[in-house]
């Protein structure tokens, strides 16, 4: 089952997020990973929102998800990073089941 990573971003320095993305990038690509939304200025439907930059990732599975974050490669990624952005990253499994449908609310 698919499973993805979503990062909301603020870099901080704009050079070491140039440093780190081509290196984040080959990781998660070397890890089977590929990107689905990477761009700045989301757009704020409901509630707040206080990234700049949001980035999707989809991977094959979860520990696909994990052996990327894990990975030598990444690690070297974060530590370029390191006190350059504020992060949020959460990873996230799968897509409802085809034919899905919302629970019945309980009879009152």
């Known amino acids: 089952m698919s499973a993805y990573v979503i990062v909301n971003v603020e ?21 089977g990973g590929r990107y689905l939304v990477a761009g700045p ?17 989809e991977f094959p599975d979860m520990d696909r998800i994990r ?11 974060r530590q370029i990073r ?12 799968g897509s409802p089941p085809e034919g899905y449908s919302l629970p019945a609310q309980p009879h009152s």
Do not use: C
């Open 11 to 31: 870099v901080l320095d704009e050079e070491a997020g140039w440093a780190y993305a081509p290196v984040a990038q080959k990781s998660i690509l070397s890890h």
């Open 67 to 77: 052996q990327w974050y894990d990975s030598p490669e990444y690690r070297q990624a």
């Open 41 to 57: 200025t989301p757009e704020p439907v409901e509630g707040t929102w206080n990234s700049p930059r949001i980035v999707v990732i």
């Open 82 to 93: 390191e006190g350059k952005a504020r992060v949020q990253m959460l990873f996230a499994e």
